[in-house]
């Protein structure tokens, strides 16, 4: 793009000759990402618990922190000024930043429907979150874009697709999303189609900004690339508009966003509308979702990233993965764990298995001892790490759907 250097490329590596899956190479300015990859979710520019270095040590390949919070603390200015979000978190490998538009999202519509970043995506399956029903919207949005409470200290801002650009460039992930309005699984199609529109006018107008920031010298990565985001909840003919619309704009990649259904099977049906429409050789993320059975589910549907916040979120509440247990997670909060003096996953190679028993684990847990959160997120995330390259030999030898059934994703 115009005057920039640009590092980023994505190169499909094997396709699975029996679904979408498919292997590749995601080159960004700060290294090679190999899909399909989780993107461990790094909010505020951290995994909570967990520092940079145990992240390499750990096989990490890319993190995803949020333009929205990132915005009110400490402000992008602050991260531009100290060298951009890797120099400034010490993080060196690939980075993304979300655009704020589900944040946007969650305090706003989807407080007044009880759908916010706490409660569950798919709404008919998990207990609603009583505490946000009935809240009132923190946010006004019009055609220029989000006006908005600050969570933190109550002043208001406001995000346009220019603006969030230009939040972003001065953060300096390698891959940024503009912003969008994420609509609920409890908004019509009426409501949907019109903000779909309005993602589709925003993606042009950030894709324009973006031009005219590439090349900036005050900005601290000059190689970021933009992903587009495609919207459209799940009706079928929105989704597909929404692909065709934002997969004919020049993104560097796109994402799969927004509500996507109230089951499994709307996800499902989601995929299979939206990724045979967006171009071939560019890379696909997938917003939000991250069960094992979700994992294999994107994947043979060809996700190439995808990012989700429950894995770090249940190593903090005692929740650890471990192959062939129900859902493939435990509890280490159980009491069936007291004298329990084997790893978590005797076949795991993660620091915390190397050096603690599971009963040790349940007693810091219990007692809420701080070293808890870091030693059960490292284990769930090494867990994904050695998944997710599982997944990427399998699709390498033919035999993705093989390893699905072993573990219980059979399509
Ligand atoms: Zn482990």
């Excluded at 925003?202 to 031009?211: C, K, S, V």
């Excluded at 985001?229 to 994402?255: D, K, N």
């Excluded at 995808?306 to 159980?334: K, M, Q, S, W, Y």
Aim: glycine letters at 10%; hydrophobic letters at 40%; proline letters at 4%.
């Amino acid at each position: 793009m115009a005057g920039s250097k640009r590092s980023f490329s994505y190169a499909v590596c094997h396709r699975d000759p029996d679904s979408r899956a498919r292997t590749g190479d995601l080159t960004t300015a700060n290294g090679v990402v190999r899909t399909p990859a989780f993107v461990a979710v790094a909010t505020r520019a951290t995994i909570k618990a967990v520092e940079p270095q145990a992240l390499v040590e750990h096989g990490i390949q890319i993190l995803i922190a949020n333009t929205y919070h990132l915005h009110l603390r400490p402000g992008e200015e602050a991260v531009a000024a100290l060298g951009g979000l890797h120099r400034f978190s010490g993080w060196n490998g690939p980075t993304m930043t979300d655009s704020g538009g589900f944040q946007v999202f969650s305090l706003g519509a989807g407080k007044e429907h009880g759908v916010g970043k706490v409660a569950s995506i798919f709404p008919g399956r998990e207990k609603t979150s009583k505490r946000r029903s009935g809240g009132r919207s923190l946010v006004r949005l019009t055609e220029q874009g989000a006006d908005f409470r600050s969570i933190i200290d109550g002043s208001l801002r406001t995000f346009t697709p220019e603006s969030v650009i230009a939040i972003e460039r001065r953060l300096g992930a390698d891959i940024i999303l503009p912003l969008d309005e994420c609509t609920s699984p409890l908004h019509d199609a009426d409501y949907t189609k019109r903000a779909m529109e309005r993602t589709h006018r925003w993606a042009r107008r950030g894709l324009a900004a973006f031009e005219v920031l590439a090349g900036d010298p005050r900005f601290p990565n000059p190689d970021q690339a933009l992903y587009g985001i495609v919207q459209g909840g799940a009706y079928r003919e929105l989704r597909e508009e929404s692909a065709r619309t934002i997969g004919g704009m020049p993104f560097a990649g796109y994402a799969i966003g927004g509500s996507l259904g109230r089951s499994k099977e709307e996800m499902h049906r989601v995929l299979d509308w939206t990724v045979p429409l967006l171009p071939e050789e560019r890379p696909r993320h997938l917003l939000g979702i991250g069960e094992i059975e979700d994992l294999f589910a994107a994947v043979r549907r060809g996700v190439d990233t995808l990012d989700c916040a429950a894995p770090t979120r249940l190593a903090r509440n005692g929740t650890v993965f471990l192959r062939g247990a129900e859902r493939h997670r435990i509890n280490l909060r159980n009491a069936r764990f007291a004298r329990d003096d084997r790893s978590i996953d005797p076949t795991c190679d993660c620091t915390t298995c190397r050096d603690h028993s599971r009963a040790y684990l349940r007693h810091l847990c219990r007692a809420r001892e701080l070293s808890f959160y870091r030693l059960a997120t490292i284990h769930n995330l090494r867990f994904l790490v050695r998944l997710m390259a599982e997944i990427r030999e399998a699709i390498e030898a033919d035999r993705f759907d093989a390893l699905a059934a072993e573990w219980g994703a059979a399509a």
